[in-house]
């Protein structure tokens, strides 16, 4: 380590490890180049499309906008330990159910966005619905059945 680098402990995914990356070396890397994981894409990289998203104890966050050293600490969940292909969250399930996805893209920011209002919300309006899925954008589907898959979500118990 010198003046340059830092080191940078994390527990992605259950997974606890310590990296060495340079001061300006952004989160969204750290998890794809260091903890391997492609379950956040690097897409606009100034975060306005929400593909980077994961929760960074507990609040969803743009990855690429946070550097890897203001993490240090920190407990990272991305969509990849939310559910299985066999047993899907009732999130997902949703999604599923509803169609409320194409290409995926832009599932990371939509499911965990989803995930973090149930957790606050038995029964989210519309309104809080939208609001929650606001910072992602999709250009596959449009939001409607997104919306639809949320509110079903809700309907759903895991």
Same mark, same amino acid.
């Given at each position: ?15 606890? $490890? ?8 952004? @989160? ?9 994981? +492609? #379950? ?7 975060? *306005? %499309?929400?593909?980077? +998203? ?5 609040? %969803? ?5 946070? @550097?890897?050293?203001?993490?240090? $600490?920190?407990?990272?969940?991305? =969509? ?26 832009? @599932? ?17 309006? *519309?309104?809080? =619905?939208?609001?929650? @899925? ?5 250009? %596959?589907? $449009? ?9 079903? #979500? ?5």
């Amino acid at each position: 380590m010198n003046d340059e680098t830092l080191s940078v402990e994390l527990e992605v995914d259950g997974r606890t $490890g310590v990296v060495t990356v340079e001061q300006d070396t952004t @989160l969204v890397d750290v998890l794809r180049e260091e903890f391997g994981s +492609t #379950a956040v894409r690097a897409g606009c990289r100034n975060g *306005d %499309c929400g593909t980077c +998203t994961a929760l960074v104890d507990g609040r %969803c966050v743009k990855t690429c906008l946070v @550097l890897a050293g203001r993490a240090d $600490g920190a407990s990272v969940t991305t =969509i990849a330990s939310l559910g299985t292909a066999e047993h899907p969250s009732r999130v997902q399930r949703a999604f599923m159910e509803e169609y409320a996805f194409q290409c995926g893209f832009c @599932l990371p920011g939509m499911l965990l966005a989803a995930e973090v209002l149930l957790a606050r919300e038995d029964d989210p309006s *519309d309104a809080q =619905i939208r609001d929650a @899925l606001s910072g992602n954008l999709c250009r %596959c589907t $449009g939001y409607v059945n997104a919306v639809r898959a949320v509110r079903r #979500a809700a309907e759903l118990r895991d």
